[in-house]
């Protein structure tokens, strides 16, 4: 009998829901930025090489914010279309 009357009581409670003071940012947009390290492993190669492309002017566009290197996935993909080499025979 005890049982039932907690039941029904916890059942009339009004429930608790938190809510988030901070706005959600979608996964979507902090996925289409990469580091340096994810882009090294998406190519295979070093993170120096990346580093060393930066200091001459080249591989795709990068991003820094407060010192750290960033990628768009957009400027990836677009770097790796121009270095598409199409044989024609």
Do not use: H
């Amino acid at each position: 009998m005890l049982a039932s009357g907690i039941a029904k009581t916890a059942a009339n409670e009004p429930k608790f829901e938190p809510k988030l003071l901070v706005p959600e940012v979608p996964a979507e947009r902090a996925s289409q930025l990469l580091t340096e390290i994810m882009l090294a492993d998406r190519w295979v190669c070093s993170v120096a090489r990346l580093q060393r492309w930066r200091t001459i002017d080249e591989g795709p566009q990068y991003l820094k914010i407060v010192g750290k290197v960033l990628y768009r996935l957009k400027d990836i993909e677009a770097y790796e279309e121009a270095c598409l080499i199409r044989k024609v025979f």
